[in-house]
């Protein structure tokens, strides 16, 4: 019985195997799709699958830089002691080898990209890892930066990675300016900045934010028993205020340095430069938290009990 591209296709997508694996399988079963199913169960790696399906919200989000490239990058596993797991972390500083050497579009494309060192793709080595290790793994998301200078922080050992993207001209002392980079990358870990400033936020965005602001404003007017109209014109006149505190808590280089005293996040950037002759923009920066927006799964053991007795 022959096989096509898309019996290897749909293989893949029924057991969550890497393509060569499920090639060799529909050559090895003369193209009989269940049999190859049983055989990749019989080979160990169609248990992955079963795994698939398991929320992974722990695991590492991590950064760093190779041959000058900056990488920050999430990968996700079950429980928190993975994430703890030596061959678990080498995994992924190897997946975060493989975006700076293979320039992935996005994960799918890092996924079938090569792992470094290997004959395997970072998709058979991901497949690799939960065999070994029992838990389901997931390269979740990346980012790459590859001009300027970029400066990586791990918070708390992995719970928090950043990259801060930095362009620096006649400066020679880039250890100072390294310096500046880790204080910056600490403050976007322990404040988390969703924007770099106001001028990269949506108009839309802003529009809804003004909205929110005026509303606000308008009702504890109305609290203070104002009449409508004078409710509205004092409102109109406290939004440049309040957003210009939504600013201060929102853009990073709004933001009060945590490691100073009472100047922005702008203002301390402009300062250093200058002491060091030169100019340093912040052009970009990458915060990923460990499990961000992953709904976990709370487990009743209770319940899971008392359905075993019925």
Known sequence: MAYTAQDVKTLR???????MDCKK?????????????????????AAAQK??????????????VIDGVGIAIEVNAETDFVGKNEKFVTFVKTVAQAVAESN???????????YPGTDRTVREQQQEMVLVIGEN???????????????PY????????????LEVDGIADMAAVEVLGKDVAM?????????????????????KERAIQLALAIEEGKEKNLPDDKAQEIAEKKVAGRMNKFFAEMCLLNQEFVK???ITVGKHVAQVAKELGGTIVIKAFTRFEKGEGIEKKQDDFAAEIASLVK
């Open 13 to 19: 997508e029924m057991t969550g195997v890497g393509m």
């Open 25 to 45: 399988a529909l050559v090895e079963t003369d193209g009989n799709m269940e049999a190859a199913v049983d055989y990749l169960r019989e080979k160990g790696l």
């Open 51 to 64: 795994k698939a399906s398991r929320v992974a919200a722990e695991g590492i989000a991590f950064a760093t």
């Open 104 to 114: 992935p579009a996005d994960v799918e494309a890092l996924l079938d990209a090569p």
């Open 137 to 151: 793994i997931t390269v979740r998301r990346f980012a790459r930066y590859t001009t300027g200078l970029s400066v």
């Open 154 to 165: 791990v918070h708390a050992g992995g719970k928090v990675g950043v990259i801060v993207n």
């Open 187 to 207: 403050q976007v870990a322990a404040m988390n900045p969703l924007y770099l400033d106001e001028t990269v936020i949506s108009e839309e965005e802003l529009v």
């Open 260 to 262: 100073g005293d009472k």
